[in-house]
């Protein structure tokens, strides 16, 4: 690898997508960093300098993407594994597991994922009953799209002694809470190294081939295991690929700075899901009894955000809805209170999914320089009138859900992501969902949302330096086959000044629905080319 970084490159003959020259054709990278952009005729100056020339014949070259919240070998699992996010009724997810389960006689547990019953016909998930049977009586287990609930054969529960005893365990359904990360662990625990590296691999190719460059990897006590998490660190050090930064959920700092990671933060959970009814609500379910649960209190919070900023980490918590993301904000308040504004600001504080809020919530939001680490996805997947949102909260309440223009109108730096498997890694649909919004008044501009993709991720890992293709920047890029570049901006006034080439507007591919999306060719990690696309 070094040897490579050491290797001098010039692109030209394209579109290089940078704000320091809006008509930028050119790019040189040297030492794995971005070295110098501009105009064809100067990069006429350096061809005979340099080691390699990529001719890029129109292409456009950008900021590789940033996946600012992935679980990375769930989602390779996904890949290699049992895909479910397609069935279409009941019938279709049986067919699947049977023939799944066929095909592998020999794995000791089956992982599938993606059923999501309020698509089905038949509006109820499948039974463990019917699951047995399927299966022939194997360990199977099979989370619903959003992760927070999952349907288990009778020979997984076996494995987890006294799980019937366990909140969340409720026979016939599926199981949540504490009894559903008891069987997820014994799920995990039982694949055997050589399956998890398989699937850690995967994901990283996969995330490649889409043009990431980094991976922020959200790994936690309840979500996968410390043999996962520290065995995906050390694959991303030693092979190619995307990086992987590490997010660690557990309130034990000392333990997450343990595993290498840069936080006690992700997917802390303060709450749950929507669609398992168990994020955290001010007012109880439209379609459901109670309002959720919570898993963290603000005096929790608080204590973490103090211990998490004396140590010199970042601290973030999963908070989905209102009384869950109210909770994480008083808590972080009082941490200011303790150890003054100026020292919580710095320390970068992360709140991922941020999905119920309020305009007192985003205000404080800016003014305790929290990111909002967000998923568009799951406004193209569950909003709009007619969405699981509008189901669970009533469309009025659905309709305030993940309100980007306003966060970013307040100053709240904003990080996309997928949440992978939850939705796939797709960096331009994600810019698109957040561009066409379901709710017209939280549509944000396609610069701006690609700025989230990229700059905003590594901001929100504490990195300004980076995410942006100006000299001095790590050569993450990405190189792209696309349509003509247009400037999208929800607001025409804004986009017909754009587009006039006095505002020096670098353009960006057409996102409008239903079009064709910008196909990947190449994907640079510090200089290194970690994907190219076959017969280019």
């Known amino acids: 690898m070094s040897a490579y970084e050491h290797r001098t490159v010039l692109l030209r003959g394209g579109e290089v997508h940078s704000p320091a020259d809006p008509f930028a054709t050119a790019m040189v990278v040297e030492r794995g960093h971005v070295a110098w952009v501009g105009s064809e005729g100067a990069a006429d100056a350096f061809a005979s300098g340099v080691d390699e020339v990529v001719d890029l014949d129109g292409a456009l070259v950008t900021p ?13 699992l996904a890949l290699t594994g049992l895909d479910l996010s397609a069935a279409a009724s009941l019938t279709e997810a049986a067919d699947a597991i049977r023939a799944y389960a066929a095909a592998r006689p020999a794995d000791r547990i089956l992982i599938g994922h993606g059923w999501d019953a309020a698509r089905w016909p038949e509006r109820r998930p499948l039974t463990r009953t019917e699951l047995d049977e399927l299966t022939g009586g194997r360990p199977l287990y099979l989370t619903r799209i959003d992760v927070h609930s999952a349907v ?33 662990a014994a799920a995990y625990a039982a694949l055997s190294p050589g399956q998890r590296t398989e699937a850690q691999r995967a994901a990283r190719r996969h995330a490649a081939s889409l043009g990431i460059g980094t991976l922020h990897e959200c790994g936690g006590p309840e979500i996968s295991s410390e043999e996962d998490f520290t065995g995906l660190l050390d694959l991303a050090r030693s092979e190619p690929g995307p990086r992987v930064v590490g997010y660690w959920a557990d309130l034990d700092v000392e333990r997450a700075r343990a595993l290498g990671a840069l936080g006690a933060a992700g997917d802390l959970f303060a709450d749950g899901s929507l669609g398992s009814h168990t994020a955290c609500l001010h007012e109880p379910y439209a379609d459901g009894a109670g309002a959720g649960v919570a898993h963290l209190d603000a005096d929790a919070v608080a204590a973490h955000v103090v211990a998490c900023t004396e140590a010199g980490l970042q601290a973030g918590f999963h908070a989905i809805g209102d009384a869950a993301v109210d909770a994480v904000v008083e808590g972080v308040r009082a941490a200011s209170e303790k150890l003054g504004l100026a020292r919580i600001r710095a320390a970068r504080h992360r709140v991922e999914h941020a999905e119920m809020l309020s305009p007192e919530s985003i ?9 909002a680490s967000v998923q568009p996805a799951f406004d193209a997947y569950w909003g709009g009138e007619d969405g699981m949102y509008a189901d669970r909260l009533g469309a009025e309440r659905a309709r305030t859900l993940n309100p980007y223009a306003a966060l970013l109108r ?16 797709d960096p331009w649909g994600t810019v698109r969902a957040a561009a066409f919004h379901r709710t017209p ?11 989230a993709h990229t700059r905003g991720g590594w901001r929100a890992v504490g990195r300004d330096d980076a995410g942006t293709l100006v000299p001095g920047a790590p050569a993450d890029y990405a190189i792209w086959r696309t349509g003509e570049l247009v400037v999208q901006a929800p607001d025409d006034r804004v986009a017909r000044w754009s587009t006039d080439p006095r505002s020096g507007t670098p353009g960006l591919p057409d996102l409008s629905p239903g079009g064709e999306l910008p196909v990947c060719l190449r994907t640079v990690v510090l200089g290194q080319t970690v994907f190219v696309r076959p017969n280019e």
């Open 363 to 371: 205000a404080a939001f800016a003014e305790l320089g929290l990111t």
């Open 441 to 451: 008044e939280h549509r944000i501009s396609v610069r701006a949302a690609f700025t």
């Open 64 to 76: 590789a993407f940033v996946d600012a919240h992935v679980h990375t070998t769930a989602t390779g």
């Open 410 to 425: 307040a100053g709240v730096p904003l990080a996309f992501g997928s949440d992978s498997p939850v939705t796939p890694l």
């Open 152 to 184: 288990v054969t009778t020979a997984l529960l076996d494995l987890v002694p006294g799980v019937r005893a366990l909140t969340g365990f409720h026979d016939g359904q599926p199981l949540t809470g504490d009894a559903h990360h008891a069987v997820r």
